[in-house]
């Protein structure tokens, strides 16, 4: 019997309508369009406008595309994975209410969060469960309101996030297909740097947090850059050695959307040619859970069976890693 891979065979997304400019940004703080784009990439990010809707209306709105592209049905849905670090409540599972609401009525679900890198664990996670033979479809959403907590007086982290979610469907394959390594790292150590500190079981929310605006996000962006430059590059240099890949085997690089000069230094690193770096940063901004999965829906029509894909990602904890994947299918 053929050995049973994780392979991805649909893709889905979903992004809001209303469109932050850098422009836009320049009414709200001390910045402007020059600065944004030359440090970060950044020309325009989505924002969730409506009251009382969260990231599962971006997760579910992502899933129904890859439904309706695909004409899959939900009840064939073993498991849905919501990968976020914005979940609309504590306690009460993002994923099940998104699992319920497109009609995923025979899967069993779950959130994971690990800040930016949570879509790529949940690659890993997935693929788990498929390689385990029990389960045939696995619905894996990456999606993140990010506007919930940023404050937009904070020039240093207003003008990186946007909202967003994409979707992707793992099945088994026995072409040698779909997930073939990866390589995934965690150091608490870091916690301090990125996090939003007031609203977790440390520190729960008070009306004088509330007031002084403590449940906003904080980053040390200089600490932040700095380790996400070094590991994001160290992680693809390892992936690529451990399966005996040279630059030229790549067929594309699908890196966390945090900042174009991270990626650009991820790419540089193994000297990686820049048509082959997936790039959609200045559309959508730091979508968090949602770039890896965006990247793969704006790029799907370019996308050939056997493309060989090196994942990587960085974000807070902190966490980071990458992955090797086949892409399964001609779009």
């Not at 509330?210 to 590059?233: I, R, W």
């Not at 000297?271 to 940063?281: A, T």
């Not at 050939?304 to 894909?309: E, L, P, T, V």
Request: proline share 2%; charged share 25%.
């Amino acid at each position: 019997m053929s050995k049973i891979s994780a392979a991805i065979t649909a893709v889905g997304a979903y992004v809001p309508d209303y469109v932050l400019t850098n422009q836009i940004l320049e009414t709200l703080v001390d910045t402007n369009d020059e600065w944004i784009t030359s440090r970060t990439g950044i020309k325009e990010r989505r924002i969730l406008k409506e009251e009382g809707k969260g990231t599962s209306f971006l997760a579910i709105n992502a899933a129904k595309d890859l439904i309706k592209k695909t004409g899959l049905n939900p009840k064939e849905i073993d498991l849905v994975i919501v990968a976020t670090a914005t979940p609309d409540m504590k306690a009460a599972s993002t994923a099940a209410f998104t699992a319920t609401e497109i009609g995923a009525t025979n899967a069993f679900s779950f959130d994971l969060e690990a800040a930016c890198s949570s879509f790529l664990f949940g690659m890993s996670t997935a693929s788990s469960y498929i390689e385990s033979g029990r389960y045939k479809k696995i619905l894996l959403i990456g999606a993140d309101k990010n506007s919930s907590f940023i404050d937009y007086k904070d020039r240093a982290t207003c003008i990186i996030f946007g909202d967003g979610a994409g979707a992707v469907l793992f099945e088994p394959n026995t072409e040698n297909l779909g997930l073939q390594d990866e390589y995934l790292r965690s150091d608490g150590a870091g916690r301090e740097f990125l996090q939003a500190t007031y609203g977790g079981s440390s520190y729960p929310l008070t009306p004088e947090a509330l007031a002084e605006g403590k449940h906003f996000v904080f980053q040390d962006g200089k600490t932040v850059f700095k380790n996400a430059v070094f590991n994001m590059a160290d992680v693809v240099v390892k992936i690529l050695e451990r399966n005996n890949l040279s630059k030229d085997d790549v067929s594309w690089l699908a890196a966390h959307q945090a900042n174009k000069r991270i990626i650009d230094a991820t790419a540089n690193r193994i000297d990686l040619d820049e048509n082959k770096v997936m790039m959609n940063i200045q559309k959508y901004g730091n979508t968090t859970s949602a770039t890896l999965p965006l990247l793969l829906n704006d790029y799907e029509s370019q996308l050939k069976k056997g493309d060989k894909i090196i994942f990587a990602a960085f974000g807070g904890g902190f966490t980071w890693g990458s992955i090797y994947l086949k892409w399964a299918y001609n779009s």
